[in-house]
Nanobody, 115 residues
Framework: QVQLVESGGGLVQPGGSLRLSCVASGFTFSSYGMRWYRQSPGKAREWIAGISPTDITTNYADSVKGRFTISRDNAKATVYLQMNSLKLEDTAVYYC????????WGQGTQVTVSS
């Protein structure tokens, strides 16, 4: 079955960096676009970045454009989110997502930006 497992979250100071990883299994990873979402307390889950199956096209929400970079390694069935210049408002649980006949989500990884 489809599984998505995120890792890499943690506590970081404003201006710092983190790299999140999401390891996928149970489907042909290289054939599917992948996305990152996040959810802050009391807020709806929001899309922040997406990448095409062949790593040619990437898209970002305005809130993270220029600071976050999504990438993928199809040989490792892994999608990454490099987060730089982190702000307090980036604090959230971060989820990777794939649509493989239906929506699939990982368990999420907590990112806390605090001084």
């Amino acid at each position: 079955q489809v599984q998505l497992v995120e890792s890499g979250g943690g506590l970081v100071q404003p201006g710092g960096s983190l790299r999140l990883s999401c390891v996928a299994s149970g489907f042909t990873f290289s054939s599917y676009g992948m996305r990152w979402y996040r959810q802050s307390p009391g807020k709806a889950r929001e899309w922040i970045a997406g990448i095409s199956p062949t790593d040619i096209t990437t898209n970002y929400a305005d809130s993270v454009k220029g600071r976050f970079t999504i990438s993928r390694d199809n040989a490792k069935a892994t999608v990454y989110l490099q987060m730089n210049s982190l702000k307090l408002e980036d604090t959230a649980v971060y989820y990777c997502h794939a649509y493989v006949s239906r929506d699939y989500w990982g368990q999420g990884t907590q990112v806390t930006v605090s001084s």
